[in-house]
Structure formats: structure tokens, C-alpha cells
């Protein structure tokens, strides 16, 4: 399965690197504030989705662009997000990736993080670890927060969570050695496990965007939480990720900015 997955990133990586030389003459859709969709969007998720269903009819499909399919009728769900960092590819900025998970009764256990542009291939099983083009990875042993280097998002579609976020960001920077805002979740979490970051931290995540990333740091050898160090990520969206020594640092100075908001209730 975790072959399927891969040859279906990379056929939907071709589609992407053939379209970055006429990303002026593509059809560009505003689905929402700050949110947009464009053909190669539509057309690698159209290439992931036939690639998985030849090999696997009867399994589910949660896409991005596609909606869902199937889920219903199957343990198995490949929650595919095609284009992750849309609107870095709109504007020519290399930091965009494939993103394709398999679920099996709710947990993931397959995921590939596939960056066209750089050819790196993120791939990780659940039991049998996480690699970047077959080299295995481990999380940083970074132990605080002093001199660690964090990834995050800006949550700029929702702007009602820009302040306890901001407070947040003015927390972490205090310490950290540096703070990146790349514009790629899932290569963000990827980074995460092939210890390019210390850690990661975002706000109004959907499942697409972070599903193969949370099981790379897991495999990796990460800690994986919602904003309050409960395990309820796909739930909220808002997601920590860390080692295990910079989860903990990570969380307390998080803690104090959440608002009702932020905070899950469950249900």
C-alpha cells in the first residue's frame, strides 16, 4: 500500500513540475478567503485518486478537492491532499508538497509527504519507521527552547484566532533560535521528522493537510498533541509537534493563549 501511495505522489509531482512554467494561463478558483484552487490541484488529485482505486476499489476517499467517497463502506480511508501549499505554487515559491495517508479504522497507518521540486520523498509505516528517499529519520534531541528552531503556520483564513496566536508566537520567539512560517504544513511536519525543525506548532489545520506528517514525527520518534496535550489534533485542527524533551516547553508557554475557542470540548 505504501508503494501505491508513492507512485501516485509522484505522478501527481509530475503534473505539478510540468505546470510550474505556465502558472499564468491556469484557471484559479477562490474557494474561500485567502484560499485558492487551481487545474493542477484538481487534475493530481484526479491522478492520485485513479492510481489508488485501480489497486484498491473498494477502498474510501477523503480529498481536498474531491470530497469524500466511500467512507461509509470502507475500514480503509486515503485522505489525500494534492497541491499542499497552493498558493506558494501560485506565486513561484518552492515550498508546496503532495500529501497522501491511509486510515485503517481511524488511525493512519501509511503516509507519504512527496516534494516535487526538490525530489525528496517522505514516506513512513506505522511500527517500521519514517525515511526521506529510504534514509531513516529521527527528530532532533534538541532539549529546550533555547537555541530551537520552530516551524509554524499563520492562521490567515481564519483571522478570529490571529491574536492568540500572535501571543503565542510572541511566547515561543522569546527563547527560540528562530521561527519559519514556510507556508506547507505537511513539509512543515516533515521537516519536523527528518529534524530540520525542532518543532512545529499551527492553528485550523484540516486532516488533509497534516495526516502523512503526524505519522512521520510519530515515526520519527516525535510527540504529536492538540494545543492542551491531548491527542485530539484531527479533531481541532490545531496541532504541537515536537521531540519529547521540546513537546512539554512547548506546550506551557502555548497554554496561557489558549482561548475558549482553541480549547476542545469534545462531542
Not at 485518486?49 to 486515503?78: C, F, K, M, T
Request: charged share 20%; no cysteine.
Amino acid at each position: 500500500m505504501l508503494n501505491i501511495a508513492v507512485r501516485a505522489a509522484r505522478a501527481a509531482g509530475d503534473i505539478i513540475v510540468r505546470a510550474m512554467d505556465r502558472v499564468d494561463l491556469l484557471n484559479i478558483t477562490v474557494k474561500s478567503r485567502n484560499d485558492f484552487v487551481s487545474d493542477v490541484d484538481r487534475q493530481a488529485e484526479h491522478e492520485i485518486v485513479n492510481i489508488l482505486l485501480r489497486a484498491y476499489p473498494s477502498h474510501a476517499i477523503l480529498g481536498e478537492e474531491h470530497g469524500a467517497q466511500g467512507l461509509a463502506q470502507s475500514d480503509y480511508v486515503w485522505v489525500i491532499d494534492p497541491l499542499d501549499g497552493t498558493t506558494n505554487f501560485l506565486h513561484g515559491f518552492p515550498q508546496f508538497a503532495v500529501s497522501i495517508a491511509l486510515f485503517y479504522r481511524g488511525k493512519v497507518e501509511r503516509g507519504v509527504v512527496y516534494d516535487p521540486v526538490r525530489q525528496e520523498l517522505f514516506t513512513a509505516e506505522r511500527g517500521a519507521g519514517a525515511a526521506l528517499n529510504n534514509r531513516r529519520l529521527r527528530v532532533t534531541k534538541q532539549k529546550g527552547l533555547s537555541g530551537a528552531l520552530l516551524g509554524t503556520g499563520i492562521p490567515f483564513k481564519d483571522q478570529s484566532y490571529l491574536d492568540p496566536y500572535l501571543g503565542m508566537l510572541k511566547a515561543l520567539l522569546k527563547d527560540a533560535a528562530g521561527i519559519r512560517r514556510a507556508g506547507s504544513a505537511a513539509l512543515d511536519l516533515a521537516y519536523v521528522a527528518a529534524g530540520r525543525f525542532d518543532g512545529f506548532w499551527e492553528i485550523g489545520l484540516q486532516k488533509w493537510d497534516m495526516a502523512a506528517g503526524v505519522l512521520l514525527v510519530q515515526e520519527a520518534g516525535g510527540i504529536v498533541s492538540d494545543l492542551e496535550g491531548g491527542d485530539a489534533y484531527f479533531e481541532t485542527g490545531n496541532i504541537v509537534t515536537a521531540n519529547p524533551k521540546l513537546h512539554t516547553p512547548m506546550l506551557e508557554l502555548i497554554k496561557p493563549h489558549l482561548t475558549e475557542q482553541l480549547r476542545y470540548r469534545g462531542g
